[in-house]
């Protein structure tokens, strides 16, 4: 129970990775906040936590709202009297060709990819900084740290969400909060069935085909579950990872190695 008495936000924590993660942290011993604009995801979510013996609550959180981020950092202090560690999970997916990309996809991705990272972390910072205590984990990914053909807009966003954790963490070591980030591969999520459709199609090939094709590439032989990267991030909110900050950690089963 190494987070007892610790209290945790996790952005779109409704399914994926953000459900096995509130999962994570709850047994780890923390109370967790669902922000999270599925309602249903949501609720069933704070159900588990529950389950699990840990206070949960439903903060309903448009997280391209600086408003809604600052009404979340408000509901959590004023519910809990804390605020501990903060996941930045909540994340979209959409492909295009260089040349097809709009504005209007660049700005969504970007807006809930990276933009929310930031507007999230600021707004549990005064709280982490009175403390003198926190952690703030975001989700990158392997496509932050190579080149696409066909997700120009996404690999910037994740990018820029690894550049997001390495400012932070500089600019709060001293506050006593650690920033770091996990880079996930190719995970069996819902997301992964949009990534397969899409990047199919773009290529010319079923999305089963796609997803065969990626797991080729996995030294360790198997698609990535989300545990796998709930794990992880339950050690980085964690004190085993006290003398680590602004890390930008590979899940990748071995697809990557930098």
């Known amino acids: 129970m190494e987070l007892q008495g610790q209290v945790a936000i996790v952005t779109g924590a409704g399914r994926g990775i953000g459900r096995a993660t509130a999962l994570e942290l709850a047994r780890l011993g923390a109370d967790v906040v669902v922000a999270e604009l599925d309602k249903a995801g949501a609720e069933r979510?704070?159900?588990?936590?529950?389950?699990?013996?840990?206070?949960?609550?439903?903060?309903?959180?448009?997280?391209?709202?600086?408003?809604?981020?600052?009404?979340?950092?408000?509901?959590?202090?004023?519910?809990?009297?804390?605020?501990?560690?903060?996941?930045?999970?909540?994340?979209?997916?959409?492909?295009?060709?260089?040349?097809?990309?709009?504005?209007?996809?660049?700005?969504?991705?970007?807006?809930?990819?990276?933009?929310?990272?930031?507007?999230?972390?600021?707004?549990?910072?005064?709280?982490?900084?009175?403390?003198?205590?926190?952690?703030?984990?975001?989700?990158?990914?392997?496509?932050?740290?190579?080149?696409?053909?066909?997700?120009?807009?996404?690999?910037?966003?994740?990018?820029?969400?690894?550049?997001i954790t390495k400012s932070l963490a500089l600019a709060h070591a001293a506050d006593g909060i650690r920033v770091n980030c996990v880079c996930p591969g190719f995970v069996e999520t819902d997301m992964w069935t949009v990534v397969a459709r899409e990047q199919g199609a773009l290529l010319g090939v079923p999305p089963e085909e796609f997803t065969r094709q990626r797991l080729a590439q996995i030294p360790l032989g198997r698609m990535e579950r989300p545990e796998d990267v709930a794990n992880v991030i339950g050690f980085l909110a964690s004190p085993r990872a006290e003398y680590m900050t602004g890390q930008a950690i590979n899940v990748t089963g071995g697809v990557i190695m930098h």
């Open 45 to 163: 979510t704070a159900a588990l936590v529950k389950e699990l013996g840990r206070r949960a609550s439903v903060v309903p959180t448009n997280v391209t709202s600086p408003t809604d981020l600052k009404t979340m950092a408000e509901r959590t202090r004023a519910e809990f009297g804390r605020i501990d560690v903060l996941v930045n999970n909540a994340g979209i997916y959409r492909a295009a060709a260089p040349l097809d990309v709009t504005e209007a996809h660049w700005d969504a991705v970007m807006n809930i990819n990276a933009k929310a990272v930031f507007f999230a972390s600021q707004a549990v910072l005064p709280t982490m900084i009175a403390q003198k205590r926190g952690s703030i984990v975001s989700l990158a990914s392997l496509a932050g740290k190579v080149g696409s053909r066909t997700n120009l807009p996404y690999n910037a966003s994740k990018a820029a969400v690894i550049s």
